[in-house]
Antibody, heavy 124, light 107 residues
């Protein structure tokens, strides 16, 4: 059973870089796609981007200029970097596995499981 | 980006009620639509993927339907553990986008 655990600083200063790690157990990061998703306090969910099993990435255009997602197969970890943060980046950050299922010509995909999430506050 | 709009934003219901939540996409997403349940302080959990496929372990009182731009999540008989916020999410294209959520509260 795959389990995910996010870790990283809970407080980041404005203009600095937010760095989080997602440690995967019960499965290899080389076998799936992995996404980061965030949720500002009291608000909805925003997909940040994903990394594939081959290391290719796809980012939300709204964050693309500031985001890097990478993987470390030796540690079975997926990482998120978000640069030049502001208060608007305060959120709970989740990592999640992308499940994929091809039915006919269509590739369905969904997020399962999710990590427990980690709150990152941007403040001086 | 594809915009996902849920209605209602919140609802009050009693145990045993039939509850329906709708989700509308701003363009055709075929049947690439997922539903998640989130309880306070917890991560979302997938209930239904590909419009109507029930995730393993999810009770049969949950069902999904729709295609194109209009989708529905139905809880046939609301149970105490179902009080939560529900989100739809389109998987048709990137960026993946979510609805704003529907909070189901106790009446």
């Amino acid at each position: 059973q795959v389990q995910l655990q996010e870790s990283g600083p809970g407080l980041v200063k404005p203009s600095e870089t937010l760095s989080l790690t997602c440690t995967v157990s019960g499965g290899s990061i080389s076998s799936y796609y992995w996404s980061w998703i965030r949720q500002p306090p009291g608000k909805g969910l925003e997909w940040i981007g994903y990394i594939s099993y081959s290391g290719s990435t796809n980012y939300n255009p709204s964050l693309k200029s500031r985001v890097t997602i990478s993987g470390d197969t030796s540690k079975n970890q997926v990482s998120l970097e978000l640069r030049s943060v502001t208060a608007a980046d305060t959120a709970v950050y989740y990592c999640a596995r992308n499940r994929r299922l091809r039915l006919g010509e269509f590739l369905y995909n969904w997020f399962d499981p999710w990590g427990q999430g980690t709150l990152v506050t941007v403040s001086s | 980006d594809i915009q996902m709009t849920q209605s209602p934003s919140s609802l009050s219901a009693s145990v045993g009620d039939r509850v329906t939540i709708t989700c509308r996409a701003s363009q055709n997403i075929s049947s690439c639509l997922n539903w998640y349940q989130q309880k306070p302080g917890k991560a979302p959990k997938v209930l239904i993927y590909a419009t109507s496929s029930l995730q393993s372990g999810v009770p049969l009182r949950f069902s999904g339907s729709g295609s194109g731009t209009d989708f529905t999540l139905t809880i046939s008989s609301l149970q105490p553990e179902d009080f939560a916020t529900y989100y739809c999410q389109q998987c048709y294209t990137t960026p993946k986008t979510f609805g704003q959520g529907t909070k189901v509260e106790i009446k």
